[in-house]
Nanobody, 119 residues
Framework: QVQLVESGGGLVQAGESLRLSCTAS????????LAWYRQTPGNQRDLVAH???????NYTDSVKGRFTISRDNVKNTVYLQMNSLKPEDTAVYYC?????????????WGQGTQVTVSS
């Protein structure tokens, strides 16, 4: 069973940058699709960025050109580099891993990390 631990959130001013990290343990990282989601109070958890096991990425429109998702299969870690942050990026960010093994399909979540962007 894959477990995810996130880090890197915090409080920054608009225009600044943060890098989130999510380290996986307990599974086959290289065959896992990874993503970052975010959620604000009272709203659903929305996809921010996704990276396949082969390194193909996609982003929600509001972060294109500002955020970059990447993965390091040696360190079993996925990153979200967030530049030019805006107050509307404020949310709890969650790492997600999806993989298939002999016991079936799994979708695993991290504990979340708070990102707050002040204006």
């Amino acid at each position: 069973q894959v477990q995810l631990v996130e880090s890197g959130g915090g409080l920054v001013q608009a225009g600044e940058s943060l890098r989130l990290s999510c380290t996986a343990s307990g599974g086959v990282f290289t065959s896992t699709a990874l993503a970052w989601y975010r959620q604000t109070p009272g709203n659903q958890r929305d996809l921010v960025a996704h990276i396949t096991s082969g390194g193909i990425t996609n982003y929600t429109d509001s972060v294109k050109g500002r955020f970059t998702i990447s993965r390091d299969n040696v360190k079993n870690t996925v990153y979200l580099q967030m530049n030019s942050l805006k107050p509307e990026d404020t949310a709890v960010y969650y790492c997600n891993a999806k993989y298939l093994d002999a016991s079936g399909f799994h979708s695993i979540w991290g504990q979340g990390t708070q990102v707050t962007v002040s204006s």
